[in-house]
């Protein structure tokens, strides 16, 4: 069957093709149907693999010239180890450095269009010059009429289309591949975009931007050394983002001195235990804290400052309480425990391989139980057991995606900060902590208040269910539904049992009938007893050893192996 085509996506997918057959997943566009719907020639389809790192850097260039969504598309995939080779994770992580700038023309429009006053009016200073351009949008320094400085972060012009459209193809592609190449129905490429796709949309929505840097906020208002600056909404809209300017330096921008003349072993520690918060806490977390997103402030002592959180995920309670006893069993070194827990989060395939993938995450965790973060990234362990599981017929949620992404990055920040930081050690620490903290979710008194009203629910109620079983009882209309049993097994061994009972009654009955009979007197005897009673005891023994002597064969029998 041939690739659907939808005529506003053609050109979409005619990039998305030639991109797959240069760099070697010819098998994906021809299972896909792509040869029949798109007119895409063969040259450059065959590349030499004995150049790969060169391929690597070609594909990042050919997807920073594809536009915005597939440079973020870039950035994602630069975190899945499962899916590509080293050379190819470290050329798309470029991705994530500047653009070219938009030119201030634009800006000034859409600022004014957007908060519907001219830039002189609404600010007392707005600078031309951007501090920072990002595929989306790009980031200018300001001072509003009140004196508060801040930094206004405006979002390209026409992006919101552009992506829309890309996301639906790649949606669109995405499904065809898991359901026609054996690749995607491993890996579920659909659920990846989906994913993708909702980041994005969430990522172009500039007022949700600032919900969650309140979010955030208010979550690290306990770490002293953490920073999130806080927007102000009035010059907020969905494509202009207003929010506190903090001054300082991201740390790529710093060179090996400023880096050495900074205490960074505290900084570091407070942003893992911000993020163990964020993460298995709060079940909310910034997604993207990649070094050009992360400020080393300028006040004294200095201070980490979290920016740009267009990029966050949020962990179900359930899936939190799994990577709670995954991580804790990673930093442990418990390796059989720490494939039982990401198994209990994933799906099963077919071929799963519960005894492959057991063996190979147990190997992992033991090599990264005492390692430093300068020597084994945490995110490469998540990645690595992603790309484990995947081997073996099991597929992690996606929201480990983003949480593989977050963890990458946040070990770069790490081995940057305090190159001999014990992520393992501070996790152990933080499990007390995190204890704690369910424990009393348990007992809040939210909790205790559903509960009061689910047993007051129950103790109205049970009644009326105690009247309708009985009810059912009466009327014989009582079903039983079992499943997974041989049936004709069960009625063979029900039917013994039930032959067994009527013998025994059988046995006695005729023991009572021959003690009554003694009683009655008569002139044939039998051993000086009534003799029909001494035929029923002699009956009545013979019957119950005879049962006996079936019940001990019949047990035996079914002892064996």
């Excluded at 351009?133 to 009429?145: D, E, I, N, P, Y």
């Excluded at 391989?353 to 090599?367: F, G, I, P």
């Excluded at 939210?446 to 109620?461: D, G, P, Q, V």
Aim: include cysteine.
């Amino acid at each position: 069957m041939a690739l659907s085509l939808r005529p506003q996506h053609a050109a979409q997918y005619t990039k998305i093709a030639r991109l797959l057959l240069k760099h070697g997943r010819r098998d994906l566009v021809e299972r896909a149907g792509g040869d029949a719907a798109v007119d895409i020639r063969d040259e450059g389809a065959g590349v030499d693999v004995d150049e790969e790192r060169a391929e690597a850097e070609a594909l990042a260039s050919e997807l920073e010239q594809m536009g915005p969504t597939f440079i973020k598309l870039g950035q994602l995939l630069s975190t899945r180890a499962d899916l590509l080779p080293q050379a190819y994770l470290k050329a798309l992580s470029r991705l994530q450095d500047k653009v070219e700038a938009i030119p201030f023309e634009d800006v000034r429009r859409i600022v004014e269009d957007e908060l519907g006053a001219r830039v002189s009016k609404a600010f007392d200073w707005f600078d031309e010059t951007p501090l920072a351009a990002a595929s989306l949008g790009q980031v200018h320094r300001a001072r509003l009429r009140s004196g508060r400085d801040v930094a206004v972060k405006v979002q390209r012009p026409n992006i919101r289309t552009r992506i829309i459209d890309d996301l639906d193809a790649l949606v669109e592609l995405a499904s065809v591949v898991d359901k026609k190449t054996d690749v995607g129905r491993r890996y579920g490429f659909e659920a990846m975009v989906e994913e993708f796709r909702r980041t994005m949309l969430a990522e172009l929505d500039y007022r949700r931007e600032a919900q969650n840097l309140r979010t955030l906020g208010s979550a690290l208002d306990e770490f002293e050394r953490i920073v999130v600056p806080q927007p102000v909404d009035d010059y907020t809209t969905d494509r202009v983002l207003t929010m506190d300017f903090v001054a300082g330096r991201n740390l790529t921008s710093m060179g090996p001195m400023a880096r050495m003349e900074l205490d960074g072993r505290p900084l570091g520690e407070e942003l893992f235990r911000a993020y163990v918060k964020q993460i298995l806490v709060d079940g909310f977390f910034h997604a993207d804290p990649h070094p050009g997103n992360v400020l080393v402030t300028d006040h004294d002592p200095p201070r980490l400052a979290l920016i740009d959180l267009g990029m966050v995920a949020r962990l179900p309670n359930d899936l939190r309480e799994h990577l709670v006893k995954l991580l804790l069993a990673v930093s442990e070194g418990r390796g059989e425990d720490a494939a039982s827990y990401a198994e209990g989060m994933s799906d099963k395939l077919d071929d799963y391989d519960r005894a492959s993938y057991t063996r190979s995450v147990a190997r992992l965790v033991s090599e990264h139980a005492t390692a430093t973060v300068g020597q084994i990234a945490a995110g490469r362990v998540v990645a690595e057991m992603s790309r484990i599981a995947a081997e073996n017929g099991l597929r992690p949620p996606p929201e480990l995606t983003m949480l593989g992404k977050a963890l990458l990055n946040l070990d770069e920040i790490a081995r940057t900060l305090a190159p001999d930081f014990d992520p393992n050690e501070a996790l152990r620490e933080e499990a007390a902590e995190l204890l704690r903290h369910n424990l009393t979710g348990l007992v809040s008194p939210a909790n205790m208040l559903s509960t009061a009203l689910e047993a007051k629910e129950f103790a109205e109620k049970l009644p009326s269910r105690v009247n309708s079983v009985l009810d059912t009882l009466a009327n014989g209309e009582v079903k039983l539904d079992i499943k997974g049993i041989d049936e004709q097994q069960f009625m063979t061994a029900f039917q013994k049992v039930a032959n067994r009972i009527t013998s025994g009654l059988v046995i006695a009955a005729l023991i009572i009938g021959a003690a009554m009979l003694m009683r009655v007197e008569t002139e044939a005897e039998l051993f000086g007893y009534p003799a029909l009673a001494i035929v029923c005891f002699f009956a009545a023994a013979g019957s119950g050893v005879a049962l006996l002597v079936s019940i001990v064969r019949s047990d035996r029998r079914s002892s064996r192996p």
